[in-house]
């Protein structure tokens, strides 16, 4: 029993050293980077802008998507409208939660400003009953970014 754990325990990592897979994303196979312009805000909500940005970068900037401010491609995004809506709970003294759903455009434009690509997105975000909507606005943020992202990720410009 001994030697064949040891065998196995010998050969696992033989095996994973002669494996093809490769679990790094080499920079390859059609992933575009993007500059980042800022985003246009056609909403009440006061910080919508520049939440969305910051969503943006990092999200762009952990998929390895983020280019410096002279990139061949330039991602725009404009916040266009937000709705908002008690979400009630069960018990009579629990306090309602609202949700914030936000609507951003996404276009990618090229150097000289040509439109390549565009997009809606939607999502939302969670906020107490005495809270404001944008308490809600970074969770909202946050998954459009990543759903911009993911359709970026795949698209073939």
Same mark, same amino acid.
């Given at each position: 029993?001994?030697?064949?754990?040891?065998?196995?325990?010998?050969?696992?990592?033989?095996?994973?050293?002669?494996?093809?897979?490769?679990?790094?994303?080499?920079? #390859?196979?059609?992933?575009?980077?993007?500059? %980042?312009?800022? $985003?246009?805000?056609?909403?009440?909500?006061?910080?919508? #802008?520049?939440?969305?940005?910051?969503?943006?970068?990092?999200?762009? $900037?952990?998929? #390895?998507?983020?280019?410096?401010?002279?990139?061949? =491609?330039?991602?725009?995004?404009? %916040?266009? $409208?937000?709705?908002?809506? @008690?979400?009630?709970? !069960?018990?009579?003294?629990?306090?309602?939660?609202?949700?914030?759903?936000?609507?951003?455009?996404? /276009?990618? %434009?090229? @150097? !000289?400003?040509?439109?390549?690509?565009?997009?809606?997105?939607?999502? =939302?975000?969670?906020?107490?009953?005495?809270?404001?909507?944008?308490?809600?606005?970074?969770? @909202?943020? /946050?998954?459009?970014?990543? !759903?911009?992202?993911? @359709?970026?990720?795949?698209?073939?410009?």
């Amino acid at each position: 029993m001994s030697r064949i754990r040891s065998l196995i325990l010998l050969l696992l990592p033989v095996s994973l050293a002669a494996c093809g897979y490769s679990f790094v994303l080499d920079g #390859g196979g059609g992933a575009h980077t993007f500059s %980042l312009r800022p $985003s246009t805000n056609g909403t009440t909500l006061i910080e919508g #802008g520049m939440t969305l940005d910051n969503e943006l970068e990092r999200t762009l $900037s952990s998929m #390895g998507m983020l280019s410096p401010e002279n990139g061949e =491609h330039i991602l725009h995004c404009t %916040l266009s $409208s937000y709705s908002s809506h @008690a979400v009630t709970s !069960q018990s009579l003294s629990s306090d309602d939660r609202y949700r914030l759903t936000i609507r951003v455009a996404a /276009r990618v %434009l090229d @150097a !000289q400003g040509k439109e390549l690509w565009k997009m809606s997105f939607s999502d =939302h975000g969670a906020y107490p009953e005495r809270g404001a909507e944008e308490d809600g606005l970074e969770e @909202a943020c /946050r998954g459009v970014s990543l !759903q911009i992202a993911r @359709a970026l990720a795949a698209v073939v410009l």
